[in-house]
């Protein structure tokens, strides 16, 4: 399997994943995974596609993610990485599918509208 890049997104985030056989290296935007993820759960969820296939030490992995927050970029990492792993082996398709892995979110921050502050909020009533 020569390298090849997949393309997942989140939010407003977009992860560009490049996979090809190695021991295990897991890099996003030229930093280990444990030094760009400060938390452990932001890291289990960019990490899961792995878990769910037990494929850990199989692939070098590399990352780059640009746009939104620490959780549109995991998750974005977890989009992109299950559309890699279900294209190298076709036996995995069912096991991501089960866990929803190749299925994009598409829930985006809903737009703020004129007259109030936010997008729900509502400006504080005033009888008198």
Do not use: C
């Amino acid at each position: 399997m020569e390298q090849k890049n997949f393309i997942g997104r989140r939010k407003t985030s977009t992860a560009r994943l490049y996979i090809q056989p190695g021991s295990g290296e897991f890099q996003v935007n030229k930093r280990s995974l444990d030094e760009y993820f400060q938390t452990q759960a932001r890291r289990n969820v960019a990490s899961l596609p792995l878990d769910v296939t037990e494929s850990n030490d199989q692939f070098d992995i590399k990352v780059t993610v640009r746009g939104g927050g620490v959780t549109g970029q995991s998750g974005a990492i977890q989009h992109a990485l299950a559309r890699a792993l279900d294209d190298h082996n076709e036996e995995w398709h069912d096991v991501l599918k089960a866990h929803d892995l190749l299925t994009r979110d598409d829930r985006m921050v809903e737009r703020k509208k004129y007259g109030q502050p936010g997008a729900r909020k509502k400006f504080q009533f005033s009888k008198r």
